[in-house]
């Protein structure tokens, strides 16, 4: 995963525009059923309406001795996103005006954007900014804000069995940042990559798009079809350190809330789950209350709350190979504790069946793994009263959900066990 | 409010009689509108009997001596309420089956009741008690019970935009104490002079009465309308030191209940709240289980929980300006939010609304007021479903209620949201 | 107790055969009303079979010289129950393949059973196995395993005012282990005498049977009838110390799990109260989700919680004689709780009725018990609107049980509360 983080790294992605478009096109080499959509700038999208196309060629600022003490090809993050285009001398003053920098942190550039208000700048570290002392500057951006043309996004259906679905959703609208998303987009990749290998109870939908605006498109033109969505992810910041954390949907107990929750117990690890908030990244639109799908955030430590976010530090050492691999596991095994979730109903539910006869009863050996498992079939049979779904059962019996999906199984091979659902 | 409380600490005040009457008289001056009723005493109200009105002129014990070493012109609190007229010679130990001290405290005189058990006694402090070493003392109390007496209440109704009431009531049946209840009464008083002034969405019923036998003649003649109080409130001991204390009223999720609890948690101090409990004052009548109405009661330091409760103590220091005007600013804001607490429907709720084009983006500047007004236009997006109240949101939110009210009115002025209850 | 208990420790008693049969007739005779019932092997059972009977008269392992150096007539758990029959000479390896013995406590001897899987062993101390150094020995197991035989069960039946049921349920299979539950049968048959004394609103039935292929015995002859059965416990692990441990039924708050929680808090002495788990004793099959009955377990430190659990050294003295006397009057407030809990309605519910004239205003003396008796005045006219029975009103008020049942009877005669249910 991280090779593939390596390539897209470097590309100016904004929310529209050619960063966008390159991005998924490499995403394609991995995924041949990805199909790009092309929405034109001006089209009415719920209460939005699509922004005209950025495109950024050079940006520049120069000293009165003509050299470039501020140049975009040294750092995507030195543009801020969607400026305007200028060219012309500007006193110092009208200059800091127009720069951003971090007085805090003052080695790190920081990440700046001003979608819709119109504005140009530059963002540079607080170190950089305290050198520029001249009265006069020559500044120069050469962009173009595009009424004629697009806001670009991917999306991936992978069929299942049943037309139900699972969104996995990613923001990709941001530059040279690695773990704010090229974490996210890098591990939704491989985990469709990994589903596509596999038999699946549920359609999965893959949304790559610009934050906001993105999901907001997409949301318009599926109006009619997002009541098929019975579970969502936002996947973000899966690449840095620190615990995991999952912001749950806004109904707070849907399905998807309950497996997450169970999936991180499991892990043994440290993790927090948080209640729903509306703020921060997709999860807004699409819980918003019209629509209120089952959709939750997950991510490692949540955005704000590490320095490197949104500056120049977010970049391919923060975002760690074995930390990317340990997210994919993660978001792997919700998907499986979603797929194995069944309601069972127990067939001989009138006192216990005899395990011993039917070569259940401590039938896999001794020690923990043997109690454990002899405590599954057990909570499985008494709560397979027709109410109670394996995340129940989970959640009741404190045993891990691979166990009783096995147990399961195995009930249900022995002729004990029926799904009803 | 303190010198108000001051003209009314020296009355008499008993479950009947004059006191009860000046007090009513002194109030119309401030509140012209209160009417003062007179219920005949043996008028029966529900299960209990309107009682003869008591009358207290003088009350006195004389020593050997011929001196007054017990007068109840010394000190209200020395007459046993309700006491029978009597007089006559009595032996030490006969008189002193009729006092009534605190050991624990000395000094103070304590406060004592005998209304429905005929009696009469002295209450004196403890000190005082044990000069009264001759064998015969002569005791006089001319009191009259007067069974063709009434008992007196006094009401005033502030209407409002309709016709749902809120509902507030005080006790003011005790003599010389000043927190129980003369701090109630002022505080009730002032807010009325208060909300009289303003446009009120409900209609305001204060109820000054008797303990006990108040409320229950109060109930007895309402019955028919009790169920369009809404909230409700017993205003008591809001003068005196200590945390506010509420206690929740039966139905213990009533709306009043909750904006309590918002309130006081806005206010930063510590405070308590506390549940259901069928002991305390008028309360327990309103929230009698044939009417079960939304009242809960509001104080500092409960009854029985401070050292100066029912006793001399309880005076003119004790209660403090600034208390009681920090209780009257508290029962304001619970009233406001009341007045402000309505569900709204998000008018645009596919999606989170464009802020910025509508000024409402970070429109107030920055700092935390500027993140929790946006953090507050948010929420009331997202649960303007028409099952969220904003009392609702602010539990969910952590919010404060007026800044919930104010992003409320701003959005609504955006035609982003609409009032439906 | 103990000397019933005493009486009963000798006999080896296993699932079936004569050592259940020489129980129960020594409970007649204490409860003369006791049935015995005999269910023919093979007898299909729910998805169970009723084993052979087993019939064990002696079994000895003897060394080389030929004396006895394992020897059943020394101690009933020395056989394996339901051993195979068996003589002849074994290796000492193969001797040791079917001795049974505890290396971390090694002075005691192991229960060990094998009922639904052919073979046969040997239970002994791990000091004792260790003296077993021959290179040869001859062993006997003589023993019968009868397919014509029958399984035992006892069933006493106190018919109470109405028909439905509190079912009283203990094994009665293991052999000579005190506390492992001639404990919970002596409980039971004390119980049983009391309650034969007393005025009964509910039938009691006693169940006495062998574990797991009893109840489920029981339970296949009573499908149809199971359903008045209200509340239930199993009674097992009385006579030891340790605190209480009630685990409640599959429902979690069926009315015997609240009467339970109340009882034990009023002990005012630590006790534990565990959520239903599909593991332990006859509950599990009362609890199947066929049958879902109100059934909790009781007992003091529960199974596998105390060192000396299935072994010799629950014997004679680990019983105590006052923790037998404790938990019967543990067991006992349960019932009476069951019996007294009503669900009254406040037949003056507007206003509280004025207790004065009606005797009962602190009608019952000074001190923290007047205090008391007035606040369960209180708390059940305010709580009887036809929705609160006596257990709720002790959890909310957190009164004594008993006291509640006292003052709802005097309210009772006051006309003031009618039950309803």
Redesign the interface.
């Known amino acids: 995963m991280h090779a593939l983080l390596e390539r897209l790294f470097p590309i100016c992605r904004s929310i529209t525009g050619e960063g966008v478009r390159q991005t998924l096109s490499i995403l394609r080499e991995y995924l041949p059923a990805l199909r790009v959509h092309e929405v034109p700038s001006g089209t009415p ?4 309406t699509v922004p005209a196309e950025w495109t950024i060629r050079d940006a520049w600022v120069k000293n009165a001795a003509g050299e470039r003490v501020i140049d975009f090809q040294q750092h995507n993050l030195h543009i801020l996103q969607y400026s305007t285009p200028v060219h012309g001398w500007f006193s110092r003053q009208e200059l800091h005006d127009h720069l951003f920098s971090l007085p805090e942190q003052p080695e790190l550039i920081p990440y700046r954007t001003s979608y ?2 119109a504005n140009w700048g530059f963002c540079l570290s607080h170190q950089h900014r305290e050198t520029l002392q001249d009265d006069y500057y020559e500044v120069c951006i050469d962009s173009t804000l595009d009424e004629q043309g697009s806001l670009t996004y991917g999306e991936l259906v992978l069929p299942g069995a049943c037309e139900e679905e699972v969104l996995l959703s990613c923001h990709c609208c941001h530059p040279s940042l690695a773990n704010d998303n090229l974490s996210g987009l890098v591990v939704a990749v491989f985990l469709a990559r990994e589903l596509a290998r596999q038999p699946r109870r549920y359609t999965y939908r893959f949304v790559f798009g610009p934050g ?1 605006i993105g ?2 498109v997409w ?2 033109r599926h ?1 009619d079809t997002v009541g098929l969505i019975r579970h969502g992810l936002v996947l973000t910041l899966l690449g840095g350190p620190g615990r995991f954390t999952y912001k749950q949907s ?1 109904r707070g107990a849907a399905e998807v809330d309950r497996a997450v929750a169970v999936v991180l117990r499991e892990t043994g690890a440290p993790h927090t789950v948080r209640p729903w908030l ?2 921060g990244y997709d999860e ?2 699409y ?6 799908l089952p959709v939750g955030c997950l991510s490692r430590t949540p955005f704000g709350e590490f320095a490197e976010y949104h500056t120049s530090a977010d970049n391919l050492e923060f975002v760690r190979p074995e930390q990317l691999t340990e997210s994919l596991g993660l978001v792997m095994n919700i998907c499986t504790a979603l797929e194995h979730n069944r309601t069972y109903r ?1 067939l ?7 395990l ?2 039917r070569g259940l009863y401590k039938g896999v050996g001794g020690g923990q793994e043997g109690a454990d498992w ?2 599954a079939l ?2 499985l ?5 027709g109410t109670h779904n394996l995340l129940d059962v989970a959640e009741k019996a404190a045993l891990p959900f691979p166990l009783l999906h096995r147990a399961a199984v195995a009930l249900e091979g022995a002729g004990l066990l029926q799904p009803i659902s």
């Open positions: 999208a719920l209460d939005w819709y208000q906001t999901s907001i949301l318009s109006r806004r509306p703020y807004r639109q819980c918003s209350p019209g629509f209120n127990n001989s539910p009138y006192g216990e069946p005899q011993g006869r002899q405590m057990l909570w049979l008494n709560l397979s009263d």
